[in-house]
């Protein structure tokens, strides 16, 4: 995935979302809501790169008791810090999950999901962040997620 200067914003996240991640997790429906790649002004101190992806409610992604599954909600998690890293790196760079620890706060069930990713700490070779999930019915939380990458050679 190639960018052209002056192309970078919300726009090229969505891009990536249709182009760089399996069929599967396309499958997942997510959208991009918000695109976080440059500070605003006067308030630098505590703004983070990131995203606020969406991952609409399915039967589908749910396991017995219409609950929406760990597994479903893990990679959506995944898959909204690769787009936070994306802002970080204003720039798609190949990368590669090192760890994800997820804590399950309470269940989300018949409804929209998500996720706000956020990078803590962006290096030459690592990126470390950190996502809340949250039910899009109420705003409240349903995972804390935690996640380092490991930034490969293009």
């Not at 703004?47 to 609950?67: D, K, N, T, Y």
């Not at 909600?73 to 690769?82: E, S, W």
């Not at 970080?88 to 069930?109: E, I, L, S």
């Not at 949250?134 to 050679?153: H, I, Q, R, Y």
């Amino acid at each position: 995935m190639e960018q052209q200067a002056g192309e970078f914003g919300i726009d090229e996240a969505r891009r990536a979302l249709g182009e760089i991640f399996a069929p599967w997790v396309q499958d997942l429906n997510l959208s991009v809501e918000q695109f976080d790649f440059a500070a605003p002004s006067g308030n630098a101190a505590n703004w983070q790169p990131g995203a606020v992806l969406r991952m609409p409610f399915s039967e589908r992604i749910c396991r017995s008791g219409g609950i929406v599954s760990g597994q479903a909600l893990m990679a959506f998690a995944d898959t909204a810090m690769v787009l936070a890293n994306l802002a970080a790196n204003k720039g798609y760079r190949p990368m590669t999950t090192v760890d994800q620890t997820t804590h399950f706060m309470r269940a989300v069930t018949a409804s929209d999901v998500l996720a706000d990713a956020r990078i803590v700490r962006l290096g030459r070779t690592m990126s470390f962040g950190r996502v809340t999930l949250l039910s899009a019915t109420d705003n409240k939380p349903v995972a804390m997620v935690s996640s380092a990458f490991a930034m490969l050679p293009g």
